[in-house]
Structure formats: structure tokens, C-alpha cells
């Protein structure tokens, strides 16, 4: 079975899709890690867009992408990848994709679920001042560390970034055969509500 996950940040797509690849055994691919981990002739291609701040060209992701999802005898679940209508098309072209899930929730839930993030400046760790606070507020469980919002995490950014999932990434549900899932539920909930739509 051969799926993409799509979602817009704070949705728990990467969370949903750790958790259905492991039950289904399907290999998680997101496209993240993948060309930070590429490697060989590969890896020096990427670095040479990735380092000058430009984009990796569609075509090489999928280059990098396609070699990787022949070692997925069982299927994939693509995490992060297409992100756009001309990416899913060129995908198309390639390789049979059995459905597209939405982890959907609202804009509202987005922004709300994002800026109550709080990061430690030392060690990184992330907390939420609804859904996991610190035994302390304002410092890091783990290393005693100062926490702070991101810029990443403020409300404008994120409002941006909710506008381009919505222009480039959700008109990918019209090329695919989709479903669309509850975001804004216990997280096993969405896995299940996942499972019995496939
Ligand atoms: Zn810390």
C-alpha cells in the first residue's frame, strides 16, 4: 500500500504517520530526513542547493525519493512530500499511489496548537503550555534551561505558512484518490479513524 500523508503544521501528520507505518509496515519516508541523510554523489548535489539557501530541485527529490521507495517491498507512507499540484503530478508519472489522508484541523486549532510551543534555548526541547507544560514554568525539565516561543512558532509565521498549505498542498487531494481525518483528537483516536478508512 502506497500512501502520502498530508496535513498543515501542528496537525500530527508526522506523528500519524510513525504511528501507521509501524502498524502497517509500511517504510516512513519523509522527505526531511531523507536529503538530510542522503549520502555519496547524491549528498554533495543536494548541498549544493541546500548550502547557497536554495531549494532542491523538484526532479532530484524525486531522483533521491525513487531509489529509496524500491526498498519498500510492503509500501510507504510519504510524509512531506509532494507539497504542491506540479510536484504530486510529476510523482504521478512515477509510481501508483493507492490514497492521500488528510490529517485535517482547522486553522483556529493550528494556531493555537503551534504558538503554546515552548522551546529550551539550551537543549532544545519542546514543551506546550496546554498539552505538556513544564513541572516549572518558563524552565526546561531536563537541563534547567531557559524556555522561550521560536520565531517559527509565532502567530504570524504561522498564519503564512497556514495560507500556502492551503493555496499549494490541499489541491493535491483533488489529483489523488483522499480522505480526510479529524486532526483535533486523541491521538490514537486519529490513528484508528486512519486504519478503518484505508
Ligand atoms: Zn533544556
Same mark, same amino acid.
Given at each position: 500500500?502506497?500512501?502520502? =500523508?498530508? !496535513?498543515? *503544521?501542528?496537525?500530527?501528520? &508526522? ?5 501507521? +507505518? ?10 526531511? $530526513?531523507?536529503?538530510? @541523510?542522503?549520502? !555519496? ?15 532542491? #530541485? ?23 512530500? #509532494?507539497? @504542491? ?7 504521478? $508519472?512515477?509510481? $501508483?499511489? @493507492? ?9 483556529? *486549532? ?8 515552548? +522551546?529550551?534555548? @539550551? ?9 505538556? #507544560? #513544564? ?6 525539565? +531536563?537541563?534547567? &534551561?531557559?524556555?522561550? %516561543? ?6 504570524? =509565521?504561522?498564519?503564512?505558512? /497556514? ?9 493535491? /487531494? !483533488?489529483?489523488?484518490? +483522499?480522505?480526510?481525518?479529524? !486532526?483535533? *483528537?486523541?491521538? $490514537?483516536? %486519529? ?8
Amino acid at each position: 500500500m502506497n500512501l502520502i =500523508f498530508i !496535513g498543515p *503544521q501542528g496537525s500530527g501528520k &508526522g506523528t500519524q504517520a510513525k504511528i501507521i +507505518s509501524e502498524k502497517l509496515n509500511l517504510c516512513h519516508i519523509s522527505t526531511g $530526513d531523507l536529503l538530510r @541523510n542522503v549520502k !555519496g554523489n547524491l549528498k554533495e548535489e543536494v548541498d549544493s542547493y541546500i548550502n547557497v539557501g536554495k531549494l532542491v #530541485p523538484d526532479e532530484l527529490i524525486l531522483k533521491i525519493l525513487i531509489k529509496e521507495l524500491k526498498k519498500c517491498k510492503k509500501g510507504f507512507i510519504l510524509d512531506g512530500f #509532494p507539497r @504542491n499540484v506540479t510536484q504530486a503530478q510529476k510523482l504521478k $508519472d512515477l509510481i $501508483d499511489i @493507492n490514497k492521500v489522508i488528510e490529517i485535517n484541523i482547522t486553522d483556529k *486549532q493550528a494556531i493555537k496548537r503551534i504558538t503554546s510551543r515552548i +522551546s529550551c534555548k @539550551n537543549c532544545g526541547a519542546v514543551f506546550n503550555k496546554i498539552t505538556n #507544560p #513544564p513541572k516549572i514554568e518558563g524552565v526546561c525539565d +531536563s537541563c534547567k &534551561g531557559k524556555l522561550y %516561543v521560536r520565531d517559527d512558532d509565532k502567530e504570524e =509565521f504561522v498564519k503564512k505558512r /497556514l495560507k500556502i498549505y492551503h493555496n499549494e498542498t490541499e489541491p493535491i /487531494l !483533488g489529483i489523488y484518490d +483522499s480522505v480526510r481525518i479529524d !486532526g483535533f *483528537q486523541e491521538i $490514537d483516536k %486519529v490513528a484508528q479513524e486512519i486504519l478503518e478508512k484505508l
